[in-house]
């Protein structure tokens, strides 16, 4: 892993991090909204609405995060094998086969904005 990779990864958890931290305030918010919906304040009941939407959408951030934290850290060696795969079938005297060409364009499709250096 290279050192662009590994700082990467870092602000990539520490980002995950402070989501964590927003993630205990908000459960609770809706710790303190369900006590009073359930002692009969009925006021409250939008408080828990609105913070179960945001608990749902925070859970859509982590799952995009983690999903991304992952790729980066198998990012090069899957680029690796893939570079080893395109080259063995392209310069094969047995293969004749086109089908890495349409890996190849794929996975650069997919693979393209993980491999942007900041």
Same mark, same amino acid.
């Given at each position: /892993? &290279?050192y662009?990779? $590994?700082?990467r990864n870092?602000?990539i958890?520490g980002l995950?991090e402070?989501?964590? &931290?927003?993630?205990v305030?908000?459960?609770?918010?809706?710790?303190?909204a369900?006590f009073?919906?359930?002692?009969?304040n009925?006021?409250y009941?939008?408080m828990?609405? #609105?913070?179960?939407?945001?608990? %749902? #959408?925070e859970v859509? $951030?982590t799952? #995009? #995060?983690?999903?991304?934290l992952?790729? /980066?850290k198998?990012y090069?060696?899957v680029?690796?094998?893939?570079a080893l795969t395109?080259?063995?079938?392209?310069?094969?005297?047995t %293969?004749?086969?086109?089908?890495?060409?349409?890996?190849?364009?794929?996975?650069?499709?997919v693979? %393209?904005p993980?491999s942007?250096?900041?």
């Amino acid at each position: /892993m &290279y050192y662009s990779e $590994f700082e990467r990864n870092k602000k990539i958890e520490g980002l995950l991090e402070k989501l964590a &931290y927003f993630s205990v305030g908000l459960d609770l918010l809706v710790a303190v909204a369900t006590f009073f919906v359930i002692r009969g304040n009925e006021s409250y009941a939008l408080m828990l609405t #609105i913070s179960n939407y945001l608990l %749902t #959408i925070e859970v859509g $951030f982590t799952v #995009i #995060i983690f999903v991304l934290l992952v790729a /980066m850290k198998h990012y090069r060696k899957v680029v690796d094998t893939v570079a080893l795969t395109s080259f063995r079938n392209k310069y094969s005297i047995t %293969t004749k086969s086109k089908g890495h060409k349409m890996l190849r364009f794929v996975l650069r499709i997919v693979l %393209t904005p993980f491999s942007a250096t900041r």
